[in-house]
């Protein structure tokens, strides 16, 4: 258990669904992350959240809409998604985002897949 | 832009053997610190080790030590005294420090996938 919580664990949608995946971290940490882990590909961040601001878009297509309602809970909104999207989609947090050896804490992720 | 390279994408050890698992990198930045994590099956990233691109001794976790080679930019990870539960996903990482000081975010390698057989 490492404190961070993703929900659902598996997805499965449509092309025309509208879908949220949730991450809750329970460590008090104040930097939140998206990453997507496709097959056979690094880890790509996507966005990043230091106390509820966004800090980075890492040029994400807008069919994902991040959400940080505060520092412990992190939202990934998903619509009209394609194909290519379907990965597992990791949730982390950090104390700070700015301290070079601040490790992250991940979740088990969500498994997606776009029908 | 920074770069991570490991180029065994699957790796075998025998029970109670060690093993090393390759990592290059390539950066302009004067300052970097490397990471590796461990991936299980369960799918959630574990922090293993931690080494600053300015430490003067290579780092060591437990059975995980990291030969870091800074001329050479490499960092590999060695695990001493392989387990059965140590079979997993393992990805180097790196996050660069900027001039202003502050730390960049994390680039992930592609993996190696590492079985220990009983």
């Known amino acids: 258990e490492t404190g961070v919580t993703q929900t659902p664990r598996h997805l499965v949608m449509g092309m025309t669904n509208k879908k949220s995946l949730k991450c809750e971290q329970h460590l008090g940490h104040n930097a939140m992350y998206w990453y997507k882990q496709s097959a056979k590909k690094p880890l790509e961040l996507m966005f990043v959240?230091?106390?509820?601001?966004?800090?980075e878009n890492n040029s994400v297509p807008s069919r994902f809409s991040p959400e940080c309602p505060n520092s412990s809970h992190l939202f990934l909104h998903l619509h009209t998604l394609q194909p290519e999207d379907s990965a597992l989609y990791l949730c982390?947090?950090?104390?700070?985002?700015?301290?070079?050896?601040?490790?992250?804490?991940f979740g088990s992720g969500t498994q997606l897949s776009v029908l | 832009a920074q770069k991570i390279t490991q180029t065994q994408p699957g790796m075998f050890v025998q029970e109670k053997e060690a093993v090393t698992l390759d990592c290059t990198y390539d950066?302009?930045?004067?300052?970097?610190?490397l990471f590796w994590y461990k991936q299980p099956s369960s799918g959630e990233m574990i922090f293993l080790i931690y080494q600053g691109s300015y430490d003067q001794q290579n780092a060591t976790e437990g059975r995980y030590s990291l030969n870091f080679q800074k001329a050479r930019k490499s960092a590999n990870l060695v695990i001493s005294a392989s387990q059965l539960g140590d079979s997993a996903m393992y990805f180097c990482?790196?996050?660069?420090?900027?001039?202003?000081?502050?730390?960049?975010?994390?680039?992930f390698g592609s993996g190696t996938q590492l079985t220990v057989l009983p």
């Open positions: 990482a790196m996050k660069p420090l900027d001039t202003s000081g502050s730390a960049r975010q994390l680039t």
């Open positions: 982390a947090s950090s104390q700070d985002k700015g301290v070079v050896n601040e490790k992250l804490f």
């Open positions: 950066t302009s930045d004067p300052s970097y610190g």
């Open positions: 959240y230091n106390f509820k601001e966004q800090t």
